[in-house]
């Protein structure tokens, strides 16, 4: 009996480590870019949305990420190992819940897609591809306000969160 426990143990260790798990954070860099990728341009991203400065607000963030993690160097495109380009192709704000007796929306579902390419800069050749990255994030409207007059905090929030899943996912392959 005591031999299954130990024989269950061992094979519940196996199938984890089989699959792949590990936990967040605890990406190597070098095992998702190549070894010579030290540096990143990070030119402004196109916003193909009505979305006023949404893309200077994404933009920010991803530098602001990469720069916290400090795992390779933002630079120019001159000097960069590889370039980190997007198009922010689409933009939502979806009211969600209402406030009762006023019919006026105090939640709203936020979605940013977003297609991110990181290229080798002397190759051309792509380390990193997503033809349509999505973030997607309710956003309460603070009590007495309406969505309108807060859009600017909603998006300055929602890039911030939008980087740390797209850094992400680039650096540790999540």
Do not use: H, W
């Amino acid at each position: 009996m005591r031999s299954v426990k130990y024989f269950g143990l061992v094979l519940a260790v196996l199938a984890l480590a089989a699959c792949g798990y590990r936990l967040r954070g605890t990406g190597n860099l070098r095992d998702v870019l190549p070894a010579y990728v030290k540096k990143i341009a990070i030119p402004l991203f196109k916003n193909l949305t009505t979305r006023f400065e949404l893309d200077k607000n994404l933009t920010a963030g991803v530098i602001d990420e990469f720069v916290a993690r400090g795992k390779v160097e933002i630079t120019t495109t001159a000097a960069a190992d590889a370039v980190l380009t997007g198009e922010i192709t689409a933009f939502t704000a979806s009211p969600t819940a209402f406030t009762p007796g006023k019919g006026t929306a105090d939640r709203y579902t936020i979605t940013v897609v977003v297609k991110i390419e990181l290229k080798d800069s002397k190759s051309q050749a792509v380390i990193y591809a997503n033809p349509s990255f999505a973030y997607t994030e309710d956003y309460e409207v603070p009590q007495g306000k309406d969505f309108d007059s807060v859009q600017t905090e909603a998006i300055k929030k929602i890039a911030g969160k939008f980087a740390r899943q797209l850094v992400i996912t680039i650096l540790e392959g999540f």
